[in-house]
T-cell receptor, first 114, second 111 residues
Framework: DSGVTQTPKHLITATGQRVTLRCSPRSGDLSVYWYQQSLDQGLQFLIQYYNGEERAKGNILERFSAQQFPDLHSELNLSSLELGDSALYFC?????????????FGPGTRLTVL | DAKTTQPNSMESNEEEPVHLPCNHSTISGTDYIHWYRQLPSQGPEYVIHGLTSNVNNRMASLAIAEDRKSSTLILHRATLRDAAVYYCILRDFNAGNMLTFGGGTRLMVKP
């Protein structure tokens, strides 16, 4: 158990809909990262937050957005969903946002868009 | 992050050592070599990392070539639980803290 929790575990929805994925980092970790894992693209970094502020952006679509709240939990919002958004979404946390410290991954949320 | 090259898959027998290679010929002086693994149906987990010297921890050893253009992750006694995809990742501390995953090596462990 990494100490990172993600909800829900599974999500099934239809094209055009909007969903919110939630992540609680390990106690004391200030940085949260979101990754997407699909069969054709592999594991891809989406976005990083550090202590409530956006720190880095990767291959995140404009239809996707995220935020980190004062209690440090984070939410990833996916809107106007398409079939290709079906994937595993992982959240990770680390103590700081720099220095290459170890990232701890949650169990993931499996999103299926029908 | 600089690119890494790993074999797509490898096979090992249980309780034997496993050497997982990684080539990173374009590594820069500020790149650290990190290894993560992903067990089936789980998120990735940290294994080990190093800069220039060989490193050991409770999970594995990391052997880094003198020119740093390649490295090898060593599992001293493979168990069935070590069956996973192993990712070799270069991280430049100055270029952000995200992980850039490649294809990794799928390790299969035979009983």
């Amino acid at each position: 158990d990494s100490g990172v929790t993600q909800t829900p575990k599974h999500l099934i929805t239809a094209t055009g809909q909007r969903v919110t994925l939630r992540c609680s980092p390990r106690s004391g970790d200030l940085s949260v990262y979101w990754y997407q894992q699909s069969l054709d693209q592999g594991l891809q970094f989406l976005i990083q937050y550090y202590n409530g502020e956006e720190r880095a952006k990767g291959n995140i679509l404009e239809r996707f957005s995220a935020q980190q709240f004062p209690d440090l939990h984070s939410e990833l919002n996916l809107s106007s969903l398409e079939l290709g958004d079906s994937a595993l979404y992982f959240c990770a946390s680390s103590a700081s946002g720099t220095r290459g410290d170890e990232q701890f991954f949650g169990p993931g949320t499996r999103l299926t868009v029908l | 992050d600089a690119k890494t090259t790993q074999p797509n898959s490898m096979e090992s027998n249980e309780e034997e050592p496993v050497h997982l290679p990684c080539n990173h010929s374009t590594i820069s002086g500020t790149d650290y070599i990190h290894w993560y693994r992903q067990l089936p149906s789980q998120g990735p987990e940290y294994v080990i990392h190093g800069l220039t010297s060989n490193v050991n921890n409770r999970m594995a050893s990391l052997a880094i070539a003198e020119d740093r253009k390649s490295s090898t992750l060593i599992l001293h006694r493979a168990t069935l639980r070590d069956a996973a995809v192993y990712y070799c990742i270069l991280r430049d501390f100055n270029a952000g803290n995200m992980l850039t995953f490649g294809g990794g090596t799928r390790l299969m462990v035979k009983p």
